[in-house]
């Protein structure tokens, strides 16, 4: 079966760069999606369809898939960025949804 | 929106049931399945069960021999049987609405409602 590999933790400083990556066999075939979680609250999505924002989510969210990896950047992090992150997509078949463990991102 | 509500409390051995009310959409629509996801304490989110408009049933093989989803249309909500809980049930439960021709693309959440499992 597929499975979403994601790095356990980033950490960043405030005002730079931080990139989550999540990899699996099946994303050549599949959309990826991205969520945040904040402690105590529901997911909220951060990004879909590989690179798709939704409304209300600032700009310094972006996405990008090729091959085998996609990826989210968070450009000039700020410190309410401090959250988890999990990438989520289907299996290589398309049947289920699959998440990544997720990462978390600190914000020094 | 979507608002979980059920038991809080489940005993081990006994069945964890959930509702998932559903306003400004239809469980009837083409467009959308209906899902649950869970996530225990401390851990990542994990997909359990979801329904078409249909009724098409699918499941996480981790609890595929326990669980059951249903949908009630003239309600507008949908249901999550989970039989036999032990402690390792214990865990927030999202319903969530998804878009399946899209990976699955879960767009809208509840709130989560946790249920503990414990005598």
């Known amino acids: 079966s597929s499975e979403l590999t994601q790095p356990p933790s980033v950490s960043v400083s405030p005002g730079q760069t931080a990139t989550i990556t999540c990899s699996s066999d099946a994303l050549p075939k599949q959309y990826v999606h991205w969520y945040q979680q904040k402690p105590g609250q529901a997911p909220v999505v951060v990004m879909y369809?590989?690179?798709e924002r939704p409304s209300g989510i600032p700009e310094r969210f972006s996405g990008a898939s090729s091959g085998t990896t996609a990826t989210l950047t968070i450009t000039g992090v700020q410190a309410e960025d401090e959250a988890d992150y999990y990438c989520?997509?289907?299996?290589?078949?398309?049947?289920?949804?699959?998440f990544g463990v997720g990462t978390k991102v600190t914000v020094l | 929106q979507l608002q979980e509500s059920g038991s809080g409390l489940v005993t081990p051995s006994q069945t964890l049931s959930l509702t998932c009310g559903v306003s400004g959409a239809s469980v009837s629509g083409a467009i959308f399945s209906w899902n649950w996801i869970r996530q225990q304490p401390g851990k990542g989110l994990e997909w359990l069960a979801s329904i078409s408009h249909r009724g098409d049933t699918s499941y996480n093989p981790s609890v595929k021999s326990r669980v059951t989803i249903s949908v009630d249309k003239p309600k507008n909500q949908f249901s999550l049987r989970l039989q036999s809980v032990t402690a390792a049930d214990t865990a927030v439960y999202y319903c969530?609405?998804?878009?399946?021709?899209?990976?699955?693309?879960?767009?809208?959440w509840g709130q989560g409602a946790l249920v503990t499992v414990s005598s």
């Open positions: 989520q997509s289907a299996d290589s078949g398309g049947a289920s949804p699959i």
């Open positions: 969530t609405r998804a878009v399946p021709k899209w990976s699955h693309y879960f767009e809208s």
């Open positions: 369809k590989d690179n």
